[in-house]
């Protein structure tokens, strides 16, 4: 693990050695305007992160992923295991959204407001900071032989960094568990809940890895998003850039044939993925505008104007136009749009405190005998409700003869219960003339309704006649 200094290039990835071990980074810490938005955006992510399950919507968590019932509470809508195809939508208006934000104003997703560069940045490497000193320092205890005082940083370090990981993996389980059924197992010895022990185990691990070891390397090597951004982004994507117009060629404050770089390297010592901005966009920015800041602070100190390292597009850091509006970004927005709505259309159905789902009897699309003919319905209810809840059937746009077999109110179900109730509808034989459609409603206590159109079924009715004709005839009963 190498710990000296290195100048990023276009050739290989900083934090990589050519013998393939990691190459330690100690980015120095940052203060400007845009440092202090991300600290107070990460500050509500972390809010929002860790306070999700603890509030209730409708009786459950914000967000409960309930796999031992196979029920999912998201924000006050309950899904079954049979309602997953909703994911189709979440996944892709999610998705399209992505693609729209990141075709707009680049990585800004990355750098301010994904989980991992949140918890990395803004608690491990804090906490990092804390205990060993500032980067100067972290690579000098790095370079130094071992002895008490780097022991006792270590331990405390790490220590530190276990705790941490912890916590977040006890939250993430959380969100499968509910936070009283995660505060029951651990009451209790890891025997009787052993696998959520192993998960909560093995989630600390990773955490613990990734966040004390493989830091940066997750969003070079692992993260996919990385890889899509030259196939989302264009000329005109807003990202951070260097203006070598401006600041080319690089030289000392005082050479008046050198631009406004003075070549301190000091974005480079700032950027928490080790690239020298200068080089262009490349693949390690997360778009975390630490080095904007850190390159504003030393043109303030120059007197000279900021901005020589900025949020802007690759046409505007040449000169060019900037177009905001352009086909690509119409076409995300669209596509978007599409997942989006459809997302919500079904969300909207799915929102009822119950589902009801009307199917007929599989095999037999009805029954005949002497009184008529006869339907039967299977309707299937499932209460989302975090109470009792009682239901009644009624029928609707139905002729006056349709009889209905079977008690139609006071049926009851528990919490999340879910049962299937038969009815049968009759249509009797001196007033059958052949199949028509009718409206069952569902309602609950609390006035919510369910209703469907159901196509009634029955024989010919030109040969049914007839064959009821015959029977009396012959004084027989088919």
């Given at each position: 693990?190498?710990?000296?200094?290195?100048?990023?290039?276009?050739?290989?990835?900083?934090?990589?050695?050519?013998?393939?071990?990691?190459?330690?980074?100690?980015?120095?810490?940052?203060?400007?305007?845009?440092?202090?938005?991300?600290?107070?955006?990460?500050?509500?992510?972390?809010?929002?992160?860790?306070?999700?399950?603890w509030i209730k919507i409708n009786g459950y968590p914000a967000v409960f992923l309930d796999t031992a019932m196979r029920r999912f509470h998201i924000f006050g809508v309950t899904?079954?295991?049979?309602?997953?195809?909703?994911?189709?939508?979440?996944?892709?208006?999610?998705?399209?959204?992505?693609?729209?934000?990141?075709?707009?104003?680049?990585?800004?997703?990355?750098?301010?407001?994904?989980?991992?560069?949140?918890?990395?940045?803004?608690?491990?490497?804090?906490?990092?900071?804390?205990?060993?000193?500032?980067?100067?320092?972290?690579?000098?205890?790095?370079?130094?032989?071992?002895?008490?005082?780097?022991?006792?940083?270590?331990?405390?370090?790490?220590?530190?960094?276990?705790?941490?990981?912890?916590?977040?993996?006890?939250?993430?389980?959380?969100?499968?568990?509910?936070?009283?059924?995660?505060?029951?197992?651990?009451?209790?010895?890891?025997?009787?809940?052993?696998?959520?022990?192993?998960?909560?185990?093995?989630?600390?691990?990773?955490?613990?890895?990734?966040?004390?070891?493989?830091?940066?390397?997750?969003?070079?090597?692992?993260?996919?998003?990385?890889?899509?951004?030259?196939?989302?982004?264009?000329?005109?994507?807003?990202?951070?850039?260097?203006?070598?117009?401006?600041?080319?060629?690089?030289?000392?404050?005082?050479?008046?044939?050198?631009?406004?770089?003075?070549?301190?390297?000091?974005?480079?010592?700032?950027?928490?993925?080790?690239?020298?901005?200068?080089?262009?966009?490349?693949?390690?920015?997360?778009?975390?505008?630490?080095?904007?800041?850190?390159?504003?602070?030393?043109?303030?100190?120059?007197?000279?104007?900021?901005?020589?390292?900025?949020?802007?597009?690759?046409?505007?850091?040449?000169?060019?136009?900037?177009?905001?509006?352009?086909?690509?970004?119409?076409?995300?927005?669209?596509?978007?749009?599409?997942?989006?709505?459809?997302?919500?259309?079904?969300?909207?159905?799915?929102?009822?405190?119950?589902?009801?789902?009307?199917?007929?009897?599989?095999?037999?699309?009805?029954?005949?005998?002497?009184?008529?003919?006869?339907?039967?319905?299977?309707?299937?209810?499932?209460?989302?409700?975090?109470?009792?809840?009682?239901?009644?059937?009624?029928?609707?746009?139905?002729?006056?003869?349709?009889?209905?077999?079977?008690?139609?109110?006071?049926?009851?179900?528990?919490?999340?219960?879910?049962?299937?109730?038969?009815?049968?509808?009759?249509?009797?034989?001196?007033?059958?003339?052949?199949?028509?459609?009718?409206?069952?409603?569902?309602?609950?206590?609390?006035?919510?309704?369910?209703?469907?159109?159901?196509?009634?079924?029955?024989?010919?009715?030109?040969?049914?006649?007839?064959?009821?004709?015959?029977?009396?005839?012959?004084?027989?009963?088919?």
């Amino acid at each position: 693990m190498s710990t000296g200094s290195k100048k990023p290039n276009l050739a290989s990835v900083t934090t990589v050695n050519k013998d393939g071990s990691h190459y330690r980074l100690h980015p120095a810490d940052v203060k400007g305007r845009f440092t202090l938005a991300r600290r107070l955006v990460a500050a509500l992510c972390l809010i929002v992160y860790v306070a999700l399950p603890w509030i209730k919507i409708n009786g459950y968590p914000a967000v409960f992923l309930d796999t031992a019932m196979r029920r999912f509470h998201i924000f006050g809508v309950t899904l079954a295991i049979q309602d997953m195809w909703v994911l189709f939508f979440v996944i892709t208006g999610l998705g399209f959204t992505l693609f729209f934000i990141t075709s707009l104003m680049g990585r800004i997703w990355c750098g301010w407001t994904c989980p991992y560069t949140v918890f990395l940045e803004h608690v491990y490497r804090r906490i990092e900071r804390w205990i060993d000193g500032d980067a100067t320092a972290r690579r000098k205890l790095d370079a130094e032989p071992w002895s008490g005082t780097k022991i006792a940083k270590r331990i405390l370090k790490h220590g530190l960094f276990l705790i941490i990981s912890c916590l977040i993996a006890h939250v993430l389980v959380s969100y499968f568990m509910s936070l009283e059924g995660l505060y029951a197992a651990i009451q209790t010895g890891p025997g009787d809940h052993i696998f959520s022990f192993g998960v909560i185990i093995f989630f600390t691990v990773v955490l613990y890895g990734c966040f004390a070891f493989f830091r940066e390397q997750f969003c070079i090597m692992m993260c996919p998003y990385g890889r899509l951004q030259s196939a989302l982004s264009d000329d005109d994507t807003m990202i951070i850039g260097y203006d070598f117009q401006r600041g080319d060629p690089p030289g000392k404050p005082k050479d008046p044939d050198a631009g406004d770089c003075i070549d301190c390297r000091r974005c480079v010592q700032v950027c928490p993925t080790g690239i020298d901005i200068r080089n262009g966009l490349q693949l390690e920015c997360i778009g975390c505008a630490n080095c904007i800041d850190a390159c504003d602070d030393i043109m303030k100190k120059l007197q000279r104007p900021t901005g020589l390292v900025r949020y802007d597009s690759y046409n505007g850091l040449h000169g060019k136009r900037n177009r905001i509006l352009r086909p690509r970004l119409f076409m995300y927005f669209a596509l978007m749009l599409v997942g989006l709505s459809v997302l919500t259309f079904t969300v909207s159905k799915k929102a009822r405190p119950f589902t009801a789902q009307i199917t007929k009897m599989k095999g037999i699309a009805y029954q005949q005998d002497d009184t008529g003919i006869r339907n039967v319905l299977r309707i299937y209810l499932f209460n989302k409700r975090a109470v009792d809840a009682s239901y009644s059937f009624r029928v609707e746009n139905a002729p006056e003869w349709l009889k209905v077999s079977g008690s139609t109110d006071d049926l009851k179900l528990k919490p999340l219960g879910e049962t299937t109730y038969t009815l049968v509808v009759i249509a009797p034989e001196e007033n059958y003339d052949g199949p028509f459609d009718f409206t069952l409603i569902v309602e609950d206590q609390g006035g919510a309704t369910v209703q469907q159109q159901v196509n009634f079924l029955g024989p010919n009715p030109r040969l049914y006649r007839k064959r009821l004709d015959e029977a009396k005839a012959t004084g027989t009963n088919n």
